[in-house]
Structures are given as structure tokens and as C-alpha cells.
């Protein structure tokens, strides 16, 4: 693979396949108010942050080493579902995508590795980074040989320098021969040491001949590098097996295929707990009844208790939502799903939708306007009778929440 920073040589056609990283940046920084909601935040439940001098080595130098990268905090909110009868956070993301932080978080979360106090709401990633550091000094192993301590040790330290990475992304590099087969690099040993699988689905169909001789062992960079290669030699075969590997990269674009969907859904244990690598993005999966869900993550489900999973039965993305107990449940209406979060709420698109519905159920009787009415009028009634549905649609809104 190319060194850090610097990117592959690409042709035209590859230019959106020329970084497998994941590109998932920090969020943008907290403004004041958002500062004062996790001020907030922790006076109504959150956790207190720790004097400096109690908090463990680890999750001082991972505090410090954030704040070193990331000078402005990321703040992300906390969905609690009841999972397995127990009432579990999920963190969220917000609107920069899916990151490895995330991902990994969520999988220690649903297996109650790392709990958070009751009625959290929202987390900075430092908090999150310090939880994630405290687990790793609590799950190293108490009785190994020294053989084994100095290993772990060595692998702890490794992981520690790259942690940081998994606020923005990983260097993770994809080989088609298998749904856990990838490139060794540094990164890898985060999930090894946490003993989280990492998967993908972006496998070469065996049956297909020519395009197993294109790609062969190839990882994803170094296949980029072979299809420019051939396609600049003079050997008519290996400009042709360029241009059938080049062909398999734009065919499978969404970097799922129905053979890797099939390996995945093998391989993948009932009710294992998993990261799920596809699109540069991370996301944590489980098999359930022998189907593959990713965890709805995206902050636009916060209000909606009920989504918690959608299943991954087909490369095009379009699975279907279900609940904890994985029952299909469609979302609710647009005006319900982000009921309550002021901070997202376009309160006026809502009560047009209201008003609209409204309008189409009880038309203006216009039996009832005297004839001869001045536009000037009619435009008066009109807007009385808009001012009336509006004052009664707000109520009925904090009549809502009074309820809640």
C-alpha cells in the first residue's frame, strides 16, 4: 500500500477507488451551546469526569492525545433500547457518517463490556475514547506466561499509539479472498486486542474464471497498482486482464458482492457481535435466525426506540428496519422522528405537513363565504382559519410532550 498521505496513482474510471480508507472525519467543533448541553448533560446523570490524578495512565494519554489532534470535542448522542430485556445505550453518529470509534463502542456496549450511567445522553469522543482505554487495562489478562504478558504488552502499546485513528479512520486494505482476510497493518491489532471480528463482503465469485486470474491475491491497493501496470504493457493478455480486474472494481463499486454476502452470512456466528467493513465505512453487525443486521446508528433514528436493526440481505443497501427483538418495524411518519430534539427540528416544514393533512381532511366549507367577498377579505378569513390550525397544532404538540 501507498505511504500515509500519499495517494495511489489512478486512472480516470478508478478515481473512486483509489483510497480504501476510512473517511470518516471528526464532527465539527461544540459550540457554546453545546457546551452547555454537556454541561448539562452530566448534572442531570452524566458522568463526572474523573480528577486527573485518579484517572487510569491509559485513559490519560489517550485524553491527552485527542486533544492534542482533535482541539475541538466531538459530541455525539446516546439512543437507549432494551436489548435482551436490559435496557442498553447505542451511540449515534452524526451527520459526518459511520467511524471505527463508533463501531467498536457499540459492539462493547451491546455485549455490556463497558456500561454508562443510567439517562446519559450525549458523550464527547475524549469520554468515549477514556472508556474504551479503561476497558483495555481491565481486560488484560490477569494469569499468562511472561511470554504472553510481554506480547500482550507489545500489542497493547501498538494499539494505544494508533487509537487516536479511530476518531477519523482506519488504514484498513481488503483482500477478495475472504470475509476476514485483510492487508496486516498496524491498525488491525485494535480489534485483535479487543477480540472484535472484523468483517467484509467485497469477495471475487470462484466460479468465475478470468476475473479470479485478474485479481488473484491481490489486495485492493495493490490491485490498483497491478490494473495501471497492465494496462500500460504491451502484452495484449495482461492489458486484457487489467482491463477485466479494472471491469470487477466498477461492477462491484458498492464493494458488497452476492458470493461475499453468502461467505459473510457462513461465516458470521448466531448472535455474534461483529464490525462490518464496507463503503470506507464501519459498522457493527450480529446474525440473528441465520440474517445479517447492522445497528442503526444514524442521529435521524434517535426518537424512534423501535429501529434499532436493518437487515443486510442484498448488496443494494435497501434492507429492512426491525426492533431489538428483530420484528420489522417501519419507521414512523417524518413529523414523528425527531419529536422532541429541538436542535434538529425544522418546525416549520413540520406544521406545513401538519397543516396539509389537516387541510385535506376538513376543507374550508366554502358554502359558508358570502358572495362578493373582497380578495382582501378572503385572504383574512384564510389566514384566521391557518393562525387557528397552527395555535391548535402546537398545542396538541405540547400537549405531546407534557405527556412523554
Known amino acids: 500500500p501507498s505511504p500515509p498521505g500519499e495517494e495511489s496513482r489512478s486512472l480516470d474510471s478508478l478515481e473512486s477507488f483509489s ?30 469526569p474523573e480528577p486527573a490524578e485518579d484517572r487510569p495512565a491509559a485513559g ?37 457518517g459511520p467511524c471505527p470509534l463508533l463501531a467498536i463502542m457499540n459492539v462493547l456496549l451491546l455485549a455490556w ?38 506480547n500482550y504488552e507489545q500489542n497493547m502499546s501498538d494499539a ?64 490498483v497498482e497491478k490494473i ?27 464493494q458488497l458482492t452476492y458470493h461475499g454476502l453468502c461467505e459473510l452470512t457462513s461465516a458470521v456466528q448466531e448472535g455474534e457481535l461483529c464490525v462490518f467493513f464496507r463503503n470506507n465505512h464501519f459498522s457493527t453487525m450480529t446474525k440473528y435466525k441465520g440474517q445479517l443486521y447492522l445497528l442503526v446508528t444514524d442521529q435521524g433514528f434517535l426518537t424512534e426506540e423501535k429501529v434499532v436493526w436493518e437487515s443486510l440481505h442484498n448488496v443494494d443497501g435497501d434492507g429492512n428496519f426491525c426492533d431489538s427483538e428483530f420484528h420489522l418495524r417501519p419507521p414512523s411518519d417524518p413529523e414523528t422522528v425527531y419529536r422532541g430534539q429541538q436542535d434538529q427540528i425544522d418546525q416549520d416544514y413540520l406544521m406545513a405537513l401538519s397543516l396539509q393533512q389537516e387541510q385535506q381532511n376538513q376543507d374550508i366549507n366554502w358554502e359558508q363565504i358570502p358572495e362578493g367577498i373582497s380578495d382582501l377579505e378572503l385572504a383574512k378569513k384564510l389566514q384566521e382559519e391557518e393562525d387557528r390550525r397552527a395555535s391548535q397544532y402546537y398545542q396538541e404538540q405540547e400537549q405531546a410532550a407534557a405527556q412523554v
Open 19 to 48: 483510497n480504501l480508507h476510512s473517511c470518516c472525519p471528526s464532527s465539527s467543533e461544540l459550540n457554546s451551546d453545546a457546551e452547555e448541553a454537556v454541561v448539562a448533560g452530566a448534572a442531570s446523570g452524566g458522568p463526572a
Open 160 to 223: 494505544m499509539a494508533i487509537l487516536h485513528k479511530l476518531q477519523t479512520g482506519l488504514d484498513v486494505n481488503v483482500k477478495f479472498t475472504g470475509v476476514r482476510v485483510f492487508e496486516y497493518t498496524p491498525e488491525c491489532i485494535v480489534f485483535d486486542l479487543l477480540d472484535i471480528p472484523l468483517y467484509h463482503g467485497w469477495l471475487v465469485d470462484p466460479q468465475v474464471a478470468d476475473i479470479v486470474k485478474a485479481v488473484g491475491n491481490c489486495s485492493y491497493n495493490q490491485l
Open 228 to 254: 495501471i501496470s497492465c494496462k500500460q504493457s504491451d502484452n495484449s493478455e495482461l492489458v486484457s486482464e487489467g482491463f477485466v480486474a479494472e471491469q470487477f472494481l466498477n461492477n462491484t463499486a458498492t
Open 113 to 150: 463490556k463497558i456500561k454508562l450511567p443510567p439517562m446519559m445522553e450525549i458523550i464527547t469522543a475524549e469520554q468515549l475514547m477514556e472508556y474504551l482505554g479503561d476497558y483495555i487495562l481491565d481486560a488484560k489478562p490477569k494469569e499468562i506466561s511472561e511470554i504472553q504478558r510481554l
Open 60 to 96: 490519560s494519554q489517550l485524553l491527552s492525545a485527542s486533544k492534542e489532534r482533535f482541539p475541538g470535542q466531538s459530541v455525539y448522542h446516546i439512543k437507549w433500547v432494551r436489548w435482551k430485556e436490559e435496557n442498553t445505550p447505542v451511540i449515534t453518529q452524526n451527520e459526518n
